[in-house]
């Protein structure tokens, strides 16, 4: 099959597909999405009425994730506080977000320790702990753990980077740590 200008449809697809990723990529991390959670591919309309969930993630169990089964981290360095402030942080470390007001929900051994706490830019970012929760960007799959372990450096600040879990967290020993912030090489 051809269309007007001989080009057989099959290749203007193909070419054009590239294009449609990029676009979906840029206008998802720049959606303000008005639900429960958003920013990181957890239920933005909040019906599942969970915005944090506790699952088993190669081979750890009691990690917590978002709605969409994406491992959260916290960071070693924040307490009750945000320090991943600027984009090139929130490139990587995307914070999970509620709507100003709402309170993050999660199942029952999580209660009592989800809280928020308001980010620089005014958003409210959920707390596990009170430590400021997020998603790693270079998790591709629900369930991926490829930030655990990760160290990097933002706005002079070093971080360490760990699963969220129910518990300690465990830090798996072949996980590579970058020498400079970016530096993750995959």
């Not at 309309?45 to 081979?59: E, L, P, R």
């Amino acid at each position: 099959m051809n269309i007007s200008n001989g080009t057989p449809l099959r290749r203007r697809l193909r070419a054009a597909l590239p294009v449609v990723v990029i676009a979906t990529i840029a206008l998802a991390g720049c959606s303000g999405v008005s639900g429960a959670v958003s920013s990181n591919g957890a239920a933005a309309d909040g019906s599942s009425g969970t915005t944090v969930i506790v699952t088993k993630a190669a081979g750890q169990s009691g990690v917590l994730a978002t709605a969409a089964k994406r491992t959260l981290y916290v960071s070693d360095q924040e307490r009750g506080t945000v320090l991943c402030k600027k984009s090139d942080c929130t490139a990587i470390w995307m914070p999970l977000t509620v709507k100003k007001g709402t309170t993050p929900t999660g199942p029952t051994q999580l209660k009592g320790k989800l809280g928020t706490v308001t980010r620089p830019d005014g958003k409210t970012q959920v707390t596990y702990s009170d430590k400021p929760l997020y998603t790693f960007s270079f998790d591709h799959q629900a369930g991926e753990v490829t930030g655990n372990g990760q160290s990097d450096s933002f706005d002079g600040t070093k971080f360490n980077w760990r699963t969220a879990t129910v518990g300690k967290a465990k830090v798996a020993p072949s996980s590579p740590s970058p020498t400079n912030g970016g530096g993750y090489g995959y």
